[in-house]
């Protein structure tokens, strides 16, 4: 009954008005790991920083939070960092210092969800392994992934697209933004490719669309909501914090692991609303907070209880 995350970590380094405001401790699967700890799932984090000051301090902030990190998780030359540049809004664009390697298997138990997203499933050598381990976790678990595309560090745009699709085969959770879909197929709707998505294979596809709220499609149909009132500190973090809402509200309805994937398939249009309900509140409470701070339990069931988001009618 443990989730095991794959994907990078590395620090943020926030600049706004040209001014360095502060380091967090950041990476999207990062991101997702603490922020299912922190709603108290058991996690193991496989990544890879180095055994410098940074990744010390990563490795001290997974753990506090909760998180088990994988063995060999350590073995890069230098911890990866972000700059992220915040506009007047409060959203932020990247510019990226990372290698991204994996070797080996994991030691793990073998995981009841198995996550990845971002640089980790289409920056080169390590989304090959990547890739070659949700192969291996497919049997027993469910699979998760959010593409979370950072342009900055893509080469080869066809090759990142020809990754992302294959992916998309594997998994049974996807969630991406509409940028994401945008950058993937700017020649189609976000609806009109997570329709196309859901037909390679996934059993639900989520898409946040930032202020126009968010849907999510599934076998029987579509749930929307719209975003929620929120004072916008600032963005980061906030997609991830939709995705651990995601699968923790899976997790809650008993529709992870793969003996559960027909049910998953299968899942209406009732359960589903209170799954991008529940994915909704997480990302907002995150972007009323600075930098990459995901709720914990009773955070968003206090916030839940107070003013609960209204859905759409579903369609």
């Not at 499609?217 to 004072?231: F, K, Q, S, Y």
């Amino acid at each position: 009954m443990r989730a095991l995350v794959i994907g990078e970590a590395l620090i943020d380094i926030v600049e706004r008005g040209g001014q360095v405001t502060g380091e967090h401790v950041g990476g999207s699967p990062l991101n997702v790991a603490v922020g299912l700890a922190r709603l108290g799932r058991g996690v193991d984090f496989l990544t890879h920083i180095a055994e410098d000051d940074r990744g010390r301090r990563i490795v001290e902030y997974v753990e506090s939070s909760g998180v088990q990190l994988v063995p060999g998780s350590t073995t890069a030359d230098r911890t990866p960092t972000a700059l992220a540049t915040l506009d007047d809004n409060g959203s932020a664009q990247y510019e990226f210092d990372i290698d991204w390697q994996l070797s080996g298997t994991p030691e793990v138990t073998p995981p009841l969800v198995a996550h990845t997203g971002s640089i980790a499933t289409w920056l080169e050598p390590g989304c090959r392994a990547t890739a070659a381990l949700l192969d291996a976790y497919h049997p027993s678990a469910t699979i998760t992934f959010d593409p979370n595309v950072r342009p900055a560090l893509i080469e080869d745009g066809d090759a990142a697209r020809g990754r992302i699709d294959r992916l998309l085969e594997k998994c049974d959770v996807v969630k991406a933004s509409d940028e994401d879909m945008r950058w993937i197929d700017p020649n189609r709707s976000a609806k009109q490719i997570a329709r196309t998505w859901l037909s390679l294979g996934p059993s639900i596809v989520a898409v946040t669309m930032g202020e126009r709220g968010a849907f999510a499609m599934c076998e029987a149909g579509t749930a929307r909501i719209a975003a929620l009132p929120v004072d916008v500190v600032d963005t980061v973090g906030a997609g991830d914090s939709f995705m651990t809402g995601l699968i923790d509200a899976l997790w809650e309805l008993n529709l992870l692991g793969a003996e559960r994937r027909h049910d998953l398939r299968r899942i209406g249009l009732d359960a589903l609303n209170s799954v991008v309900r529940t994915a909704a509140l997480s990302s907002a409470l995150t972007v009323g907070r600075a930098g990459a701070d995901l709720p914990d339990r009773a955070t968003r069931d206090a916030a839940a209880a107070s003013s609960g988001p209204q859905l759409s009618q579903p369609g």
